[in-house]
């Protein structure tokens, strides 16, 4: 089994900041990707930031100059450093990663419970 458990989000007054952590443990040969998705209410899940296995990483627009993930491989774990919130970028905001798996060997894609961050102006 393995699961990803996500922590750091609260409330926050627009122009703050707040930094996501997120574990992974289990049955894990190796972690490929990992990522952070938002969900607001109303709307769909979208991707905000990723970062391969060599460290790579994307981000939505709207979060770009604003936001960075990074990763600690030793502790599989992946983090979002958030500065500079808006009222926007509220929502419940869920860990991904991608899971090599020690028993068979196959990636398949986990996801954490979700954090909610809410920005208030």
């Known amino acids: 089994q393995v699961q990803l458990v996500e922590s750091g989000g609260g409330l926050v007054q627009a122009g703050g900041s707040l930094k996501l952590s997120c574990v992974a443990s289990?049955?894990?040969?190796?972690?490929?990707?990992m990522g952070w998705y938002r969900q607001a209410p109303g709307k769909q899940r979208e991707l905000v930031a990723a970062i391969t296995s060599g460290s790579s990483p994307d981000y939505a627009d709207s979060v770009k100059g604003r936001f960075t993930i990074s990763r600690n491989n030793a502790k599989n774990t992946v983090y979002l450093q958030m500065n500079s919130l808006r009222p926007e970028d509220t929502a419940v905001y869920y860990c991904n990663a991608g899971i090599v798996v020690v028993t068979t060997r196959e990636m398949w894609d986990y996801w954490g419970q979700g954090t909610q961050v809410t920005v208030f102006s």
């Open positions: 289990g049955s894990i040969f190796s972690i490929d990707h």
